[in-house]
């Protein structure tokens, strides 16, 4: 069982600040961006369309997968950002797909694991290089099928044991691990 020290130190771990990609043209028209105050806040503006550009968040989920021995499954990312560090099985949302069918789709195609999502385990942000924010849903999996394999954006997939976790990419991440702990704990308390 993880200490409170360990504990504090995964989710005290703090992400840099990034700065976005540089949107240059209007996604509808073609049209060159400038940035002007509209609505009460400096947006990119089409002049072509006469009209802000609203920047959002992407959404993203992942999933808390746990074994029976209590070990978490981590994949070690073979992409940027974070390249060769270990995080939960996830990734972008796609159209017509929702939270929980994406945290299971990435799983699948991450750790070779199909699974079932038991609860929400929060939503936070985190900081993107290229989005400038990501909106990220956490779940946890207790109920899945197969053998840990590495496929898609990831080198390595494996179960840790949670006192013995290695460095977690993402300060989200760390937030839904920490969730997670949380409940079990508190579940075993009381």
Not at 41 to 60: F, M
Not at 111 to 133: F, H, K, M, S, W
Request: one cysteine or more; hydrophobic letters at 35%; charged letters at 25%.
């Amino acid at each position: 069982m993880p200490t409170d020290a360990s504990l504090t130190a995964l989710c005290t771990q703090s992400a840099p600040a990034l700065t976005p990609k540089k949107k240059k043209h209007c996604m509808f028209c073609g049209g060159a961006l400038s940035r002007r105050f509209v609505e009460g806040r400096d947006r990119l503006y089409c002049e072509s369309c006469s009209s802000p550009l609203y920047e959002n968040p992407v959404p993203a989920s992942c999933v808390v997968v746990v074994d029976e021995e209590e070990r978490l499954l981590l994949v070690k990312r073979n992409v940027p950002p974070k390249e060769g560090m270990w995080c939960l099985p996830g990734g972008f949302m796609e159209l017509h797909e929702s939270p929980e069918e994406a945290a299971i789709r990435e799983l699948r195609e991450e750790a070779g694991v199909c699974g079932r999502i038991e609860t929400l385990l929060g939503v936070t942000t985190n900081p993107n290089p290229d989005y400038g924010t990501v909106l990220l849903m956490g779940f946890l999996v207790r109920h899945w099928t197969g053998v840990p394999v590495a496929g898609d954006d990831a080198d390595d997939a494996r179960f840790f044991p949670l006192g013995e976790l290695p460095e977690v990419a993402f300060q989200s991440h760390r937030h839904f691990i920490r969730n997670y702990l949380l409940t079990r704990n508190a579940h075993a308390a009381g």
